[in-house]
């Protein structure tokens, strides 16, 4: 069985790669043949066994007609697979289709969040992520509508069963975003989804006063094969960390958090109690 990639940049490496023959409608058997390979050369390609070239992996995506985009894209990815720790820089802002995130929650087994000012996108009802994409500042107007589907689809990983623990401070409930209709919607909406077996939302109330997530807002995805990792977000920035000993350090702030908040029954009782 060949070794399969370890990190966030060789998984989506391997995927795009994947997904760019698979474009071709052909068996990989038939695109190998095309570029002169076994094929077992490309199933090592594939899986992060390495084995070939940066230029003959340039052939490959030239003979599967991937997009220049994408083909730039696996070729930046391609002599870093084995890199932890990842900073994208995104530039004005982040992109429409957060790729590497998307692909990482997917594969995920578990995720662990830590929300201080919002709920989390995977909870949110389009109405109050609507408001949330329109407010930033950077994000054009046009792209609006398409930011809001393509984090509606992202949800999509919940009816897959990723379980899922969301901390949330009790000022995320407050604030009013999208105005009083929207809110109280979407805090009925957080209710429906406590009720889901494998969705648990953990409120961290005002009077703990100082702690242990003062830091900022994160999450932390597992695998049931790789090594977790740790998300976090800026205006148009995103940090993946992967190194052992940072993503302990988060497990730390996991485990204060754990302490402090309300367990799930008091957390809906005091859901409840902003919808009276």
Known sequence: MPKR????????????LRAAIAATGMTSR?????????????????NG?????????????????????????LL?????????????????????RPRTLIEQERAARKLISWQVSLVHAL?????????????????PEDEVEERVEVRTERQMVLRKGLKCLFYLHESALLSP??????????????????????????????????HAGLAGAFDMLTFDKYEPVVFLDSENSSLIIEAPYAVKAYERVVEALDEIALDAEQSKELINQLLT
């Open 49 to 73: 066994k390495g084995g070939a070239t940066e230029l003959e992996l340039a052939v490959l995506l030239g003979v599967c007609r991937t997009p220049p985009d994408e083909r730039d894209h």
């Open 76 to 96: 930046s990815l391609f002599n870093e697979t084995s890199l932890k720790g990842w900073w994208q820089d995104h530039g004005a802002c982040t992109p429409v």
């Open 123 to 139: 909870i949110q009802l389009p109405e109050y992520a609507r408001a949330v994409i329109a407010s930033c500042a950077n994000v």
């Open 5 to 16: 990639f370890s990190t966030a940049r060789g998984r989506e490496f391997g995927d795009g």
């Open 177 to 210: 975003i999208g105005g009083h209709e929207t809110m109280e919607a979407q805090l009925e909406h957080l209710l429906k989804m406590a009720q889901r077996s494998y969705i648990e939302i953990r409120i961290v109330p005002f009077s703990v006063g100082a």
């Open 30 to 46: 038939a695109v190998a043949e095309l570029v002169g390979w076994q094929e077992a050369k490309v199933s090592d390609l594939v």
